[in-house]
């Protein structure tokens, strides 16, 4: 059995979400639950600059070092910040093969 296959059939799989603004902005976190990890970056990315990139990546938590420390796999989902007043363009059905521009949640 491949290491990656044996971490994650002992570790939870979990969502790494970032976005960063270039502005001293951005928003950050771990969820499991995937759907939360979208509402938090769609939250966030109206408040950045146009044009900010949202990822969310596969991660797990390895605590098998003296320091558990989170290990990240391949971005599963991106949105950007389009322009004022237009929606977000997203790429959520976590193959990265889909793109589409959703209106803005009011």
């Known amino acids: ?3 990656r ?3 994650l ?3 939870p ?3 790494a979400y970032e976005a960063d603004g270039r502005d001293g902005r951005g928003v950050y976190g771990i969820t499991d639950e995937f759907p939360v990890a979208q509402q938090r970056l769609r939250a966030a990315l109206p408040m950045m600059p146009e044009g900010t990139v949202g990822t969310i990546r596969l991660a797990i938590l390895d605590n098998r ?4 420390e989170y290990r990240y796999g391949p971005v599963i989902a991106r949105l950007r910040r389009a322009k004022e007043g237009g929606g977000q363009v997203v790429d959520d059905d976590r193959t990265g093969a889909a793109s589409r521009e959703i209106p803005r949640h009011h």
Not at 65 to 68: M, N, Q, S, T
């Open 1 to 3: 059995m491949s290491e």
């Open 9 to 11: 059939s002992y570790w």
């Open 13 to 15: 799989l979990l969502y």
């Open 5 to 7: 296959r044996s971490l």
């Open 65 to 68: 070092l003296p320091r558990p």
